[in-house]
């Protein structure tokens, strides 16, 4: 990867909303050259999806997360990936990751309410053959999500004018 | 009540001083004063926070109870970081040659009092910064100021024109506030040329060295036989935000730096521990300064392009200021600003607070948020349309 796509790339992760013309303009490279990095990034699935990071406590419509922290046994047909994909694909779950230490897998679950999720853990994740054990952590506040401060900014305290 | 022997303020004062202009931003602080709704764009400072990072050094130094003087040059491993990090603008300065002052206005202040004798001319392009010439005069010196509109650039031979009046020193800030031109290599190269003929000692203020967006910045100590005729200033308050921890440097020549050193030492001891543990960090926190610098080059480009379509101006090669000829609205430049803040509650600094030669011409600070700068250049093309007469 050449250092204007690592510089395309680290724009979009920033904010995923500058258009192509905008982020020519800031790096001084042609819009065609940003149009070409950022169709080859997402054809080949290095850039996944543009997504916002909303505080939802903001408008009263906060969701309930949990995460829940699993164990599993492993058998010779059923490895770590496979539970994994098992896992992953109920639209109720945001991430799934293989953790070291004394859990195998970090689950982060989203629900409308408490009982809701803790359904969905006794339900979908408790009865995977595999899971050996579940410990659910409720999300009581977020500060931070996916590098964003959750809580105001600082405000600007400088003078009006200053030379 | 206090006996003043019945003198006249102006007879207590020294001549030197009482007779100092105050700064022409003065009369707008006045006019702002308690209203909380307007747009500043009259900020010459950083609307970034200071990294928290940095923070967090400054914070646990105070906790470890680091509150005490450090030597008069300043800590050991903020001038070795400084050494090396200049390096990135081609000087190869040994730590040696680094004092740390209580911000470039110090540093400034040290040098033109190290180097001006009564009589002693000094060369000062203008636009410029408010200070320079000032500090000249109260070290009864002559500064000699050269009117560079509209391009805002010295050269050979507008330097040459100045050969008669004899110059010790020229001053010369790049990028520049409040133009935000700076200089090429080449350019650069001239105006050596033209200190080698003249045998001219340059003080480079290069605070905003950073915020370059053409190009890499240049000091003009890295040329060729420049290292004996050129005092650095640089500093953490614009690319790092820490202006109120007031960090500034010089890198000198030896026998510039002695003198500087001196002068220090009795007038301010050292610079602020505290500000100097977060300099420390801020070296290591480099690539942040390059976040910083995307996000005002995108402002840059949106300012120019807005701006252009109702006035005359220069592309800012660097800096946070935008300095837009706003003569064709037959406004003066404080007509201009005062009736835009008054009628569209956006602040700018007219541009004669920057030399006479600043007429017509008015200094914006982009270092606001995207969507209040969005605002602020609507807000200036309704005030142009409604009292100016337009462009051509």
């Known amino acids: ?163 | 009540m206090r006996k003043t022997g019945g003198l006249p303020l102006s007879r207590r004062v020294a001549k030197r001083v009482d007779e100092l202009k105050p700064s022409g931003i003065r009369r707008f602080f006045d006019l702002v004063v308690g209203r909380d709704d307007i747009i500043s764009l009259g900020v010459g400072e950083p609307d970034f926070p200071v990294s928290w990072r940095i923070r967090e050094e400054m914070i646990y130094s105070l906790e470890k109870g680091y509150t005490s003087y450090t030597s008069n040059l300043g800590l050991p491993e903020l001038r070795e970081g400084i050494a090396e990090y200049y390096t990135r603008f081609g000087v190869k300065a040994l730590p040696e040659q680094v004092l740390i002052t209580s911000g470039v206005s110090e540093g400034v202040d040290l040098a033109i009092r190290t180097l001006i004798e009564p009589g002693d001319v000094a060369l000062i392009p203008e636009p410029c910064y408010v200070s320079y010439k000032p500090l000249v005069e109260i070290c009864g010196g002559e500064a000699v100021t050269i009117p560079t509109i509209p391009e805002f650039k010295l050269t050979y031979e507008i330097l040459m024109e100045y050969a008669d009046s004899k110059p010790k020193i020229l001053i010369l800030n790049y990028p520049s506030n409040p133009t935000g031109v700076s200089y090429t290599k080449k350019e650069l190269e001239e105006i050596a040329d033209a200190a080698n003929e003249l045998d001219l000692i340059i003080l480079s203020d290069e605070i905003y060295a950073e915020l370059t967006y053409t190009g890499k910045h240049v000091s003009l100590a890295s040329l060729n036989g420049m290292e004996d005729r050129v005092v650095i200033f640089n500093g953490f308050s614009k690319a790092f935000a820490m202006t109120g921890m007031r960090i500034g440097y010089v890198i000198a020549p030896p026998d510039i730096f002695a003198g500087m050193l001196k002068i220090h030492q009795y007038c301010m001891l050292c610079a602020p521990i505290t500000g100097q543990i977060g300099a420390v960090e801020a070296l290591k926190s480099l690539d942040e300064v390059d976040r910083v610098r995307a996000e005002y080059m995108r402002r840059r480009n949106f300012v120019y392009k807005k701006l252009s379509e109702i006035f005359e101006i220069k592309r800012p090669d660097g800096t946070f200021y935008a300095f837009p000829n706003i003569s064709s609205t037959g406004m003066s430049s404080e007509e201009f600003a005062e009736g835009l803040l008054m009628k569209k509650n956006v602040a700018v600094v007219p541009g004669n607070a920057f030399g006479e030669c600043g007429e017509g011409y008015v200094r914006l600070a982009f270092a606001v948020k995207f969507d209040k700068l969005k605002e602020a250049m609507e807000r200036i093309r309704e005030y142009v349309d409604e009292y100016g007469k337009g462009k051509g």
């Open chain 1, 1 to 163: 990867m050449d250092s204007e796509e690592l510089e395309v790339l680290k724009m979009l992760e920033e904010n995923s909303r500058m258009s192509n013309e905008e982020i020519a303009e800031v790096l001084a490279l042609p819009v065609e050259r940003v149009e070409e990095i950022v169709r080859k990034f997402e054809d080949e699935r290095v850039v996944l999806k543009y997504k916002a990071i909303v505080d939802w406590e903001k408008v009263q419509e906060d969701f309930v997360y949990a995460l829940i922290n699993v164990k599993v046994s492993l058998t010779r047909e059923r490895g770590y990936d496979d539970i994994a994909k098992r896992i992953a694909k109920f639209p109720e779950v945001h991430a799934v990751r293989l953790v070291s230490g004394e859990y195998d897998f970090q689950v982060v679950v989203r629900g409308k309410s408490l009982k809701d999720v803790a359904f969905f853990v006794a339900e979908k994740i408790s009865t995977i053959p595999e899971v050996r054990d579940t410990f659910t952590h409720f999300v009581l506040r977020t500060y931070k999500e996916e590098g964003v401060n959750l809580f105001s900014d600082e405000e600007d305290r400088r003078l009006a004018f200053v030379p």
